[in-house]
């Protein structure tokens, strides 16, 4: 079994800044890509950020520059900065992991936070 448990969303003023955090625990052999996505209403969820195992990171262009994601790989955490926000980054935020399940035989799965709602006012 393995969750992942996101912390971290709000209301904030345009402007202003938010850190997310996601910790993924359980039956846990290693995880590759860990990653944030964001689903604003009526619309589909899309890619924030994600980052290897390496720290290779990879951003979606209207997010460059304003969020920052980090991971701690000791502690199975993935953090998401958000600087400058603006109204239209109003979403839920998902965390995403893709994991080595520690099973026989092993096996890769992804797997999603519940989401974190962010809500930026103007």
């Known amino acids: 079994q393995v969750q992942l448990v996101e912390s971290g969303g709000g209301l904030v003023q345009a402007g202003g800044s938010l850190r997310l955090s996601c910790t993924a625990s359980?039956?846990?052999?290693?995880?590759?890509?860990m990653g944030w996505f964001r689903q604003a209403p009526g619309k589909q969820r899309e890619l924030v950020a994600a980052?290897?195992?390496?720290?290779?990171?990879n951003y979606a262009d209207s997010m460059k520059g304003r969020f920052t994601i980090s991971r701690d790989n000791a502690k199975n955490t993935v953090n998401l900065q958000l600087n400058s926000l603006k109204p239209e980054d109003t979403a839920v935020y998902y965390c995403?992991?893709?994991?080595?399940?520690?099973?026989?035989?092993?096996?890769?799965?992804?797997?999603w936070g519940q989401g974190t709602q962010v809500t930026v006012s103007s």
């Open positions: 359980g039956n846990i052999f290693s995880i590759n890509t």
């Open positions: 980052v290897t195992s390496g720290g290779s990171t």
């Open positions: 995403n992991a893709r994991i080595i399940v520690a099973a026989a035989p092993l096996r890769i799965d992804d797997y």
